[in-house]
């Protein structure tokens, strides 16, 4: 099958800039989740979407980011305006939606770096 | 205090070298643990998954949960050079919508 579709691969852009980041999920998977990956750090989940609708964005600054998820399929990450400290990889995953108590393994996408100088 | 913690490395190993690899965590209600392995540029790709405590082997690969310790470890035989990445503990909690939390991960080289 195949994996999980990013691009850009990398971004550098100034800060208070804008930016937009995609994402294509393997085919069937209903779940999908983006993770900001700081270097030295392990991945932070920013948003989780259940087919289209948001199941957890807790930690998603919502005064910059914003992210939609189009009829249960692709997805989309904005930061407007970029701060210095969003310099991170940007990672999409995805995963089918089995019974919530077993959970499933996430596919990772190879990311988005972005710099903001 | 962070819910995950793991310890950055780098861990520097001659090839053939018994790895071991840890976690701990503050939070009791954890059921289900994994380790991902993360080569440079790519995104996480899962190796273990196990729920609850006890052990599973793959291949080369051992996973063990100490619940009681609030303490998980990978251990690998026989290490290779291609084992070389950084390697990422992950939990989450029954139930919910599969959230994962992370650990640091941890920077594993192997040298011929």
């Known amino acids: 099958e195949a994996g999980v579709a990013q691009s850009p691969r990398y971004k550098i852009i100034e800060k208070r800039q804008s930016v937009a980041f995609w994402c294509n999920p393997i085919?069937?998977?209903?779940?999908l989740y983006w993770y900001q990956q700081i270097l030295g750090q392990g991945p932070k989940l920013l948003i989780q979407?259940?087919?289209?609708?948001?199941?957890?964005d807790s930690q998603l600054p919502k005064d910059r980011f914003s992210a939609e998820r189009l009829k249960g399929v692709d997805s989309t990450l904005k930061i407007q305006p970029a701060k210095l400290e969003d310099s991170a990889v940007y990672l999409c995953?995805?995963?089918?939606?089995?019974?919530?108590?077993?959970?499933?393994?996430?596919?990772f996408g190879n990311g988005t770096r972005l710099t903001v100088t | 205090q962070k819910e995950v913690e793991q310890d950055p490395g780098p861990l520097s190993v001659p090839e053939g070298a018994i790895v071991s690899l840890n976690c701990t965590y503050s939070?009791?209600?954890?059921?289900?643990f994994m380790w991902y392995r993360q080569y440079s540029r790519k995104g996480p790709e899962l190796l273990m998954y196990?729920?609850?405590?006890g052990n599973k082997e793959d291949g080369r690969f051992t996973a063990q949960v100490d619940k009681s310790s609030k303490y998980i470890s990978l251990f690998i035989r026989d290490s290779q050079p291609s084992d070389s990445a950084t390697y990422l503990c992950?939990?989450?909690?029954?139930?919910?919508?599969?959230?994962?939390?992370f650990g640091a991960g941890t920077r594993l080289a192997v040298h011929p």
């Open positions: 995953a995805s995963s089918t939606f089995r019974d919530r108590s077993l959970g499933s393994p996430l596919h």
């Open positions: 085919s069937g998977h209903a779940t």
């Open positions: 979407f259940q087919n289209n609708g948001v199941v957890d």
């Open positions: 939070n009791s209600a954890f059921q289900y």
């Open positions: 196990t729920y609850s405590s």
């Open positions: 992950a939990m989450r909690f029954s139930g919910g919508y599969n959230k994962l939390i």
